[in-house]
């Protein structure tokens, strides 16, 4: 091998392995929520932080793809729990660079009570979007543009842990046009 292709093949194994790690988290996150022992606690939280955070972290799976992952996302305190705002965003975004082409663009930025993320992926038709917001249980993932696999459990583990936050996800897709997914969560007092 050449230094190129072993550094292609230890980006994929990263990417393969922080799949792995993901959906480990959201099948104990799931557990625990299906079992009542996931405790959430909301307070005041800032989704600036969170986001700054949250981004750093994906930055390395978004290079792999060669994908800019733009943070814009500015002081913004709502009310709910801070590891479950975590979580989702996490989601979120590791479901945008997964539905981006090699080259692509994913953007995380404020809404009045939020955040969205969008990107410019190959979307879903709407009966596909009415089908994920309606799922009471885990349904068949796509590949990612590259391959990358899934369970179905992200959007699901996201649609769950907003709602015990009192807020609420909408999604806008279209085929190839892209995705943009808004997270609504109580204000802060």
Partial sequence: YNRDEIQENLGKLLASSD??????YNLQQMSL?????QQLSPV????????SEVVSNMQSYADLKHIALVN????????????AVRTVLRNLLSNAIKFS????????????DGFYVRDHGVGMTE???????????????????????????????????????????????????????????????
Wanted: aromatic share 0%; glycine share 12%.
């Fill in 72 to 83: 814009n996302v500015k002081r913004s305190l709502v009310m709910a729990d801070r590891n």
């Fill in 19 to 24: 799949n792995q790690l993901d959906l480990l």
């Fill in 33 to 37: 929520i299906e079992n009542g022992k």
């Fill in 101 to 112: 082409q090699e080259g692509g663009r994913v953007e995380v930025g404020n809404t009045e």
């Fill in 127 to 189: 009966e596909r979007v009415k089908e994920l917001l309606s799922a009471r249980q885990i349904i068949v993932s796509q590949s990612g543009t590259k391959g990358e696999g899934g369970t179905g459990i992200g959007l699901l583990l996201c649609r769950e842990l907003i709602r015990r936050n009192k807020g609420n996800i909408s999604i806008i897709s279209e085929p190839y046009q892209g995705t943009t997914v808004t997270v609504q969560l109580p204000k802060s007092e």
């Fill in 44 to 51: 005041r939280i800032d989704l600036g932080s969170i986001a």
